[in-house]
């Protein structure tokens, strides 16, 4: 139970209930949602390149009335100019709502913890919600519902696995996942998945994850921020490519899913990609509406 007047943050998927991570999706399909924003802010900060989440960040905003100001880390130096907890607590007099793109997650609560202003994760090295969210919106919109079906993981237990593993879970899909020893997601995330009410198994190699699975998820083998560990990382994630062969394991009619951008020939063949059981850029149309979504959720019933 959410106290009147008490600030609400996403810092992950977690921090909505099943519930209202459904209200969030079912938000995002509302033809002529409520101007929300009408006259006022949203900071949007990344301290790492972004294309998809950045682009859909703005339009997202700009659809429900508001202004967004785009904001490079570097321009505001959080925690190196200025503390994370100020930087919020300024913002917080001109915007509605925060959303940032981090390095450390934890400049993220501490942000949150200024109860300031609304924060949302637009990622962090720990999660990628609104990620799982248009992820959620996409196999929605493909399958016409969510629960009962199979999702296998098949990569680096990185940050939009940790958000789409703990998503799924919400939303009564089972999880398989495959990654190789030593980037395996943390047991943590699977104990809280699996809270959820989830089904999480982990399986020893990819095939034995993505059989009779009904999509089949993966991401780049070498995250930002991660580019000096590239090489052994490529080489630890030998035999993790999704390609045709792998997909043939999966379940009549599986989809791909990848939140891109996405390396040909790495962590997915092109055949996979650009093939018919591809829906990426569904999800990657799908961060708009679902970003669109959570900040009539936030802003509106679920900030209250
Ligand atoms: N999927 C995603 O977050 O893309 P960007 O890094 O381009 O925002
Ligand atoms: N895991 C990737 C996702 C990019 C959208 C990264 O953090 O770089």
């Avoid at 009335?65 to 007099?93: F, K, N, T, W, Y």
């Avoid at 919106?137 to 629960?147: D, I, M, S």
């Avoid at 990426?280 to 900040?295: C, D, I, K, Y």
């Amino acid at each position: 139970m959410v106290a009147a007047g008490q600030v609400r943050h996403v810092l992950d998927v977690d921090d909505l209930s099943p519930s209202e991570l459904a209200r969030a999706l079912d938000l995002a399909e509302t033809p002529d949602p409520p101007a929300v924003l009408a006259g006022r802010g949203a900071a949007l900060i990344f301290e790492k390149p972004s294309n998809r989440t950045r682009n859909a960040a703005e339009m997202a905003v700009v659809a429900l009335g508001g202004h967004p100001i785009s904001i490079r880390g570097e321009e505001i130096g959080l925690g190196v100019r200025e503390s994370p907890q100020d930087v919020a607590r300024v913002l917080a007099c001109y915007h509605a709502v925060v959303g940032a793109r981090v390095d450390d997650h934890r400049v993220l609560e501490e942000m949150a913890a200024t109860r300031a202003v609304p924060v949302l994760n637009l990622l962090s090295d720990r999660a990628h919600p609104t990620q799982a969210l248009a992820d959620l919106l996409t196999l929605r919109q493909h399958w016409g519902g969510l629960a009962g079906h199979s999702l296998a993981w098949v990569g680096d237990g990185n940050n939009v696995a940790r958000s789409l593993v703990l998503a799924a879970s919400m939303a009564g899909i089972e999880v398989r996942l495959a990654s190789p020893p030593g980037y395996r997601l943390d047991p943590v995330v699977l104990d809280a998945a699996r809270a959820l009410g989830g089904t999480v198994v982990e399986a020893d190699r990819p095939a034995d994850a993505v059989a009779g699975a009904d999509a089949v998820a993966t991401d780049v083998w070498v995250s930002m921020g991660q580019e000096d560990h590239a090489s052994a990382r490529i080489d630890a994630f030998a035999g993790y490519r999704v390609d045709a062969a792998m997909m043939r394991g999966a379940s009549e009619g599986a989809v791909f899913l990848h939140c891109l951008p996405a390396h040909r020939g790495l962590e997915v063949d092109a055949e996979v990609i650009d093939g018919p059981s591809s829906l990426v850029w569904e999800q990657a149309a799908n961060r708009m509406h679902a970003l669109r979504g959570l900040l009539v959720w936030l802003l509106g019933d679920g900030g209250r």
